[in-house]
C-alpha cells in the first residue's frame, strides 16, 4: 500500500495556473499507476487524469485535455499535477490515488486527504 499526501491547491483567478503535488511515502510508488481525482460540492468524485508505471497517460475528463499535464519523478516518489488555463468549474477538492496495478486500471488503493482548488471568476 501507498500513502499519499497532496498539497499545492490555493485559490485562483480564471486563467491562472497551479501545480499540485502528491508525496508517496513507499519505495514501491515506482510500480503503481498513480492518478488525480476531484470532488466539487454536492457531486460525486470523478477521475481526472492518471499515469502508468511506464508514463502513459489516461485523461478522464475531456475538458482537462490540453489544460492539465500529469507527471511523476520516481526519484522522488513524488507525482505532480499541472493545471493551466483553470475554470471555475475546476473548482473541487483534488485528490491523489495510488493504483493497485502498474497501469491506468479502475482499482485505486491508497487515497490521500485532498487539498483544494477553488478558482474564481
Known amino acids: 500500500q501507498v500513502d499519499v499526501v497532496e498539497s499545492g491547491g490555493g485559490s485562483v483567478q480564471a486563467g491562472g495556473s497551479l501545480r499540485l503535488s502528491c508525496a508517496a511515502s513507499?519505495?514501491?510508488?515506482?510500480?503503481?499507476?498513480m492518478g488525480w481525482f476531484r470532488q466539487a460540492p454536492g457531486q460525486d468524485r470523478e477521475g481526472v487524469i492518471c499515469i502508468s508505471r511506464n508514463g502513459m497517460i489516461a485523461y478522464y475528463q475531456d475538458s482537462v485535455k490540453g489544460r492539465f499535464t500529469i507527471s511523476r519523478d520516481d526519484a522522488k516518489n513524488t507525482l505532480y499535477l499541472q493545471m493551466d488555463s483553470l475554470k471555475p468549474e475546476d473548482t473541487a477538492m483534488y485528490y491523489c490515488?495510488?493504483?493497485?496495478?502498474?497501469?491506468?486500471?479502475?482499482?485505486?488503493?491508497?487515497w490521500g486527504q485532498g487539498t483544494q482548488v477553488s478558482v474564481s471568476s
Open positions: 490515488a495510488a493504483n493497485r496495478y502498474s497501469w491506468c486500471s479502475e482499482s485505486w488503493s491508497s
Open positions: 513507499t519505495l514501491r510508488f515506482a510500480g503503481f499507476a
